[in-house]
């Protein structure tokens, strides 16, 4: 089992900055992708970044691709998104996750993760 437990939300005007933070605790060997996700209200999830625990490789979409960074502190099972240039459309509860399957090199679909934080709100005004 793997636990996860976001921190770092809050409330920001646009172009402002936030960090979010991921805790991981538990069977931290096994895991091999890390993702933050969003969810705003009545829509879907969606992808916001992808990092492999093991090398450090990353992915972002283009939506957030330039203002978005994830990173990880693998001494620390640590996973951060910062968060830059933040827009209005950027609300939503940021989620942290984690996979254990190797046959990807990149997971950006939320139904291939196993383990979910409690989630984290991030309200961005105008």
């Known amino acids: 089992q793997v636990q996860l437990v976001e921190s770092g939300g809050g409330s920001v005007q646009a172009g402002g900055s936030l960090r979010l933070s991921c805790a991981a605790s538990?069977?931290?060997?096994?895991?091999?992708?890390m993702g933050w996700f969003r969810q705003a209200p009545g829509k879907e999830r969606e992808f916001v970044a992808h990092?492999?625990?093991?090398?450090?490789?990353?992915y972002a979409p283009d939506s957030v691709k330039g203002r978005f960074t994830i990173s990880r502190d693998n001494a620390k099972n640590m996973v951060y998104l910062q968060m830059n240039s933040l827009k209005p459309e950027d609300t939503a509860v940021y989620y942290c996750?984690?996979?254990?399957?190797?046959?990807?090199?990149?997971?950006?679909?939320?139904?291939?993760?196993?383990?979910w934080g409690q989630g984290t709100q991030v309200t961005v005004s105008s």
């Open positions: 996750a984690a996979d254990r399957d190797t046959r990807y090199l990149v997971n950006t679909n939320s139904r291939n993760y196993e383990y």
């Open positions: 990092i492999r625990w093991s090398d450090g490789n990353t």
């Open positions: 538990g069977r931290i060997f096994s895991i091999y992708h």
